[in-house]
């Protein structure tokens, strides 16, 4: 069979595939060009399907993203000032307090995680560890454990936030302070960045968010939910902890207060391509498209929930947020 042929028959499958999920199929050409996302670490796994998903629809679009921890992403834009379209981030917060209202003026929240510890059947102490105990087993000497870097990325400021959440709810003061003493060597840029260390065995444990533990098919320990950061009604308990990472600019200190996790997204103000962003957006915030693909990642959609700058919001992106 031709080339041309075997081309045609696959693009024939795949609408075949699409009209069986009942899901209306329509090959949108109108929109083309580069397409530029910055995202955090823990969002690979499902914006590399969403967008696999999109391009089959949008197919002149070529989407180009660009993972980091979150504070890397915002970093980018102010600092490096390198062009992007849309940036989404692991916590909401980093839109608000580093990109608004130079760089944007509005933060949609779509989505929600939670901390685990996650582990291997090859991990020192795995056939015993549990969440009563985990504190202890991750202190002792022949145990490394794996966390991403506080200045970099949410997930690393959230790490600490619960050994201080930990340290009140075990009532063991020192917790916090012993655990972040240790093996220091094993910070990381990115929550992601962990999990090579973990499968070639350089480390027993990593802080992580459910999601990518879910989506790499590892063992993970579940939180009490007084110290997870994933109980929406927690969220004052939340904040009786709070974390210092550098700010926007060099020198300065930014507080991090805890709160239940929030992801955020948002379109720069100088997007090169706000057409294409703006068809990726509402793909990515609709429950039944990109909404249903951040379910089976293990990142529940929020979605309609309150935004940062409502008003300021495209008319086309409003029903996605509560004012």
């Known amino acids: 069979m031709k080339r041309k042929n075997i ?12 009209s ?13 060009g580069k397409l530029i996302i910055f995202h955090a670490g823990s969002l690979s796994v499902p914006f590399k399907e969403i967008a696999d998903s999109f391009m089959v629809i949008h197919p002149n679009i070529e989407l180009m993203l660009e993972p980091a921890g979150s504070v890397q992403c915002a970093r980018k834009i102010t ?9 989404a981030v ?15 003026s509005w933060n949609i929240r779509f989505a929600t995680n939670e901390m685990v510890i996650a582990y291997n059947e090859k991990s020192k102490f795995s056939d015993s560890i549990c969440h009563r105990n ?11 454990y794996g966390r991403a870097d506080p200045n970099s990325d949410p997930c690393g400021y959230r790490t600490v936030m619960t050994l201080n959440l930990a340290a009140i709810f075990y009532d063991k003061p020192d917790l916090a302070g012993n655990m972040l003493k240790k093996d220091t060597r094993f910070i990381r840029p990115k929550e992601v960045d962990l999990l090579a260390l973990l499968e070639t065995h350089t480390i027993d444990y990593i802080f992580i968010y459910r999601s990518v533990a879910v989506q790499h098919g590892l063992r993970y320990i579940n939180l009490p939910d007084e110290i997870n950061l994933k109980d929406p009604g927690r969220a004052d308990h939340y904040r009786q902890v709070s974390v210092e990472i550098t700010g926007k600019k060099p020198g300065e200190i ?7 996790m929030l992801y955020g997204v948002t379109l720069l103000r100088n997007a090169p391509n706000k057409d294409a962003a703006m ?16 379910e ?4 529940p959609s929020v979605i309609p929930t309150q935004a940062t700058g409502w008003d300021s919001i495209p008319a086309g992106l409003k029903r996605y947020a509560v004012n």
């Open 7 to 18: 081309s045609t028959v696959l693009f024939g499958c795949l609408v075949i595939a699409l």
């Open 20 to 32: 069986a999920c009942h899901q209306p199929f329509h090959v949108d050409t109108n929109v083309n």
């Open 79 to 87: 600092e490096l000032k390198q062009p992007c379209d849309i940036i």
């Open 90 to 104: 692991s916590d909401y917060l980093v839109i608000d307090k580093m990109l608004i209202p130079e760089y944007t």
């Open 134 to 144: 985990w504190y202890a087993i991750l202190q002792k000497n022949e145990v490394a």
């Open 254 to 260: 930014e507080i991090i207060q805890g709160e239940p």
């Open 279 to 294: 068809l990726f957006l509402e793909y990515l915030l609709t429950s039944e498209k990109g909404g249903a693909i951040m």
């Open 296 to 299: 089976r990642n293990g990142q």
